[in-house]
Each structure stands twice: as C-alpha cells, then as structure tokens.
C-alpha cells in the first residue's frame, strides 16, 4: 500500500467518525473505541464457549468493530482502512507493550 492510499483511507475514516486528528496524529475516536470494545467483549464469549476465532484478538475485533459501523452511503471499509485503525491504536501504545506485542 502507498502513501497516497494511506492518505486517502486515512481521511475516510476521519470523515466517517471512526479516526479523529489530534497533536500527535490521528487516534481513534470515542465512538470506534467503544465498538471495538463491543466487539472485543463479542469475542471473548465467543471463546469461551470454545469457539475461538483465528487470528490476533486486537485484530478481530478491529475488524468486527468496522463491520458493525455505520458508515456513509456509498462508502466501504476495505482492508486498508482495517490496517490502518490497527496501526494507529498500536502506534499509540507504550513502547514496551508494543515490542511485546510485536508492533
């Protein structure tokens, strides 16, 4: 993915509510974290009742939390707008978290 589908996707999600600028760059915003964890919680059920879902549980529920949003007639969450919501929350995260989760 290039530069400019990065900056196209990125101001998607602003546009869409799901990203929000700050002094530090984007973050996500109140609304989207709550999806997430919505769909974080949706997924820890799921695995308890022995149906774990393949994959990063950071993933999953990024992606569960997009499918979920509503978003502008018209528009569609494609894998780079999934990447992209991943990047920035483990961007925003401690270093030391970040080399434990590979980041």
């Known amino acids: ?21 700050g002094a530090l760059g984007v973050s996500w915003t109140r609304r989207f974290r709550g999806a997430v964890m919505r769909a974080a919680g ?6 308890r009742a022995g149906r774990k879902p393949e994959g990063p549980p950071l993933a999953n529920a990024v992606r569960a939390a997009l499918k979920m949003s509503e978003l502008p007639a018209g528009a569609q969450a494609t894998r780079v707008h999934e990447q ?13 978290l970040r080399d434990l989760l590979g980041g």
Do not use: K, S, Y
């Open 84 to 96: 992209l919501l991943l990047a920035v929350e483990l961007a925003a995260l401690p270093e030391p």
């Open 42 to 47: 949706e997924l820890a059920n799921e695995e």
């Open 1 to 21: 993915m290039d530069e400019r589908e990065l900056g196209q996707a990125q101001q998607e999600l602003i546009a869409w509510g799901l990203l929000e600028p």
